[in-house]
């Protein structure tokens, strides 16, 4: 079964910075737009940011704009999220999943990804 898998959360305090992995499964796609989503505690699964390998194009939430990067290395097949400047609203579980509906980069919708990992914790606190 294809899955993603993430990893590189932690505790950290605010201001500080972070840098999360995902391993890309073999997609029976030629191009995809892979997502970064996160949820926090009683709170909704959001899209944080999407990268498209069909044009390249990366796309960001407001909430992240200016303080993470989404980047892809095609040899190591794994996405990254870098995080900076973290802030304690940015506590949650971080998943990545692939876009089945399209593979540019709109607004993630979560209903249109699939193969979810179990996702990796991120905490910040001082």
């Known amino acids: 079964q294809l899955r993603f898998a993430e990893s590189g959360g932690g505790l950290v305090q605010p201001g500080e910075s972070l840098r999360l992995s995902c391993e890309v499964p073999?997609?029976?796609?030629?191009?995809?737009?892979i997502g970064w989503f996160r949820q926090a505690p009683g709170k909704e699964r959001e899209g944080v940011s999407c990268?498209?390998?069909?044009?390249?194009?990366?796309l960001y939430a407001d909430s992240v704009k200016g303080r993470f990067t989404t980047s892809r290395d095609y040899a190591k097949k794994t996405v990254y999220l870098q995080m900076n400047s973290l802030k304690p609203e940015d506590t949650a579980v971080y998943f990545c999943?692939?876009?089945?509906?399209?593979?540019?980069?709109?607004?993630?919708?979560?209903?249109?990804?699939?193969?979810w990992g179990q996702g990796t914790q991120v905490t910040v606190s001082s």
């Open positions: 999943a692939v876009n089945l509906v399209r593979s540019i980069c709109v607004v993630p919708q979560r209903h249109e990804y699939g193969y």
């Open positions: 073999a997609l029976p796609l030629d191009y995809y737009a």
């Open positions: 990268i498209s390998t069909s044009d390249g194009s990366t």
